[in-house]
């Protein structure tokens, strides 16, 4: 799988050339996965006296599978794959 990082308004993506069926669209589309900003969480764990620290592990987890379709913008179960 060829992976790059984008970097479109002040998000970093994952992009591959892979493609997976989104049941929106009702088509093969190409995806892209939203990576976690972890300065960002680390500032808001520091703030929040490490009460944010819970939510940023769920924001890791969730984003290891969370695949955005390009073309409607709807999450994508990796199990819809044809």
Known sequence: MNKKNVISENRVTSATNETLF???CRKDVSFHME???HRRELILTICSAGLWLPFWLLLMAAAKT???CDDC???ISRESKI
Do not use: Y
């Open 22 to 24: 989104c049941t929106w």
């Open 35 to 37: 990576k976690v900003d």
């Open 73 to 75: 913008g709807s999450a």
């Open 66 to 68: 969370n695949r955005i």
